[in-house]
């Protein structure tokens, strides 16, 4: 949570005893706190407001401006200027404003009844409370006659953007991912392997949680009190990754049909949480004890990142960004905590279309033409992140070789795929800082780790609690 911005109704219980500074970010961490509008955007005003009904008419024959929340890009692997006067040049009726993605902007638009026609969301962290709430509109007759986005093309990972009514990954679809990787897995840094005098991990067997701890440990590298190559990071205080370790364990963090409790005193919880802890007080990467000033991607390419915890997408950041960090960088699955071979991703970055939309007709063939169209082909071809689409699976590029052993480890990780099951009932950003707040001093030996449990699940039962009651 930003300093000094005022809590929303539903994570007001995200202020603990406990406060933090917060740590460096991630690009995909960055992207799904500071999209994540499920709890800290939405008040109940907003509410009452996308629950309203909203014109869906036919599209017009006069011409029309839609207005799309998303993040400026300089490259054509987002929503670039060139794609916007591609499609403005093959649809002249409508126009295309985009807005920087803001959640207080969202906020207050939802509010007033006049939304954006389109909006970026970090995916499965919020589309189930986007769908509970009424905000979100479903575009389930839009997918069923699009010829872009059939229904048989869609990878599973889609189903992340459906939701029941009582579970996300059934019923009607709100929206889609326009790339997506399986975030659990870990690209290695071969240089700082072989300097190290350690093989790099099989490109085939996943390691263990033990297993890559003690990689780590031995692939950190220290100048006095200082880290100078980290040797294991972690997504420790990520729902998400705490949702996909009970699923490869065989748990679940939930105990009840509807997801509004969740349960955090469980033993399989705690062992995890103690993993973390270890990690942490062992000062093997970038935890709040060993802060860093940048997120893991530079620090990879300066070979000072050992094993970086991201997805497909990495490599596709790596290649435009230093082709020569690319070529040291090797894909590796993900790691296992339990007896089930599971790989997740943590949500999918796409868009969603508010149910009280102005021109959603309008809006859609834009959706449709940027998930479907020549943009979603041009994401594909350069591998940045997994298409959505089936189809375009093979056009991720192939050459150099590197490209090529990336490939084939993803396309076998693929089969170990499941989706995860966020709650409606409180944002991953809400719950995140209440781990944060609660964790942290664990670390620090200020706090038991029982004594968080305790707190944390004190405040995730109150954030839950007050949006069921407004949710109902």
């Known amino acids: 949570m930003e300093k000094n911005e005022p809590l929303s109704l539903i994570d007001a219980t995200a202020a603990t005893t406990h406060v933090s500074q917060p740590t460096p970010l991630s690009r995909r961490r960055f992207l799904t706190q500071s999209a994540t509008v499920a709890g800290a955007a939405f008040g109940a005003t ?9 014109s869906s008419g036919p599209a017009t024959s006069q011409p029309v401006t839609i207005t799309v929340m998303d993040d400026r890009v300089t490259d054509d692997t987002g929503l670039s200027d060139h794609w916007i006067a591609t499609f403005q040049k093959q649809h002249p ?10 959640k207080n902007r969202l906020s207050s638009m939802l509010a007033a009844g006049t939304p954006p026609d389109i909006v970026k969301t970090p995916g499965g962290p919020d589309i189930s409370n986007l769908a509970a709430r009424g905000a979100a509109k479903d575009l389930s007759q839009y997918f069923t006659q699009s010829s872009l986005l059939k229904e048989s093309d869609l990878q599973p990972v889609c189903d992340l953007y459906r939701w029941d009514g009582k ?43 033990d297993e890559l701890l003690d990689l780590g440990k031995h692939l950190t590298v220290r100048q ?19 949702l996909a370790l009970l699923k ?70 790596l290649e435009g960004t230093d082709k020569t960090a690319r070529q040291r960088a090797q894909l590796i699955p993900a790691p296992q905590w339990g007896p089930n071979r599971v790989s997740t991703c943590y949500g999918g970055t796409g868009w969603w279309i508010p149910k009280t939309a102005k021109h959603p007709d309008e809006a859609w063939k834009f959706f449709e033409w940027y998930m479907g169209g020549e943009p979603a082909e041009y994401r ?13 699976l093979d056009t991720f590029p192939q050459t150099p070789e590197y490209n090529k052993q990336a490939f084939e480890v993803q396309k076998a990780e693929l089969s170990y795929y499941q989706s995860l099951q966020f709650t409606p009932y409180a944002s991953t ?44």
Request: proline letters at 5%; one cysteine or more; aromatic letters at 12%.
């Open 46 to 54: 907003a509410l009452l407001a996308a629950c309203s009904n909203g």
């Open 224 to 242: 006095g009190s200082k880290i100078q190559i980290y040797g294991l990071g972690t997504n420790w205080d990520y729902e998400a990754q705490l």
């Open 380 to 392: 594909a071809k350069v591998g940045y992140g997994i298409s959505p689409l089936k189809h375009l």
């Open 93 to 102: 009726l409508i126009r295309i404003k985009r807005l920087d993605f803001d």
């Open 248 to 317: 490869q364990a065989g748990q679940s963090l939930y105990t009840n049909g509807d997801q509004s409790q969740l349960n955090f005193k469980q033993p399989e919880v705690k062992k995890i949480f103690q993993w973390y802890v270890n990690w942490a007080t062992l000062h093997i990467g970038d935890s709040p004890l060993d802060p860093t000033t940048d997120w893991s991607g530079p620090l990879f390419i300066a070979q000072r990142y050992a094993l970086a915890p991201n997805g497909m997408w990495f490599g596709g950041w």
């Open 167 to 209: 579970q996300q990954g059934k019923g009607p679809r709100y929206g889609m991912p326009h790339d997506w990787s399986q975030d659990t897995m870990y690209w290695a840094d071969t240089a700082v392997f072989k300097r190290a005098g350690i093989s790099v991990p099989s490109i085939e067997k996943p390691l263990t949680f």
């Open 429 to 472: 950003f809400g719950i995140t800082q209440i781990i944060d707040s609660n964790l942290i001093p664990v670390f620090r030996g200020e706090n038991s780790l029982d004594s968080a449990l305790d707190q944390i699940q004190t405040g995730v039962s109150a954030l839950t609690q007050q949006a069921k009651d407004l949710i109902g």
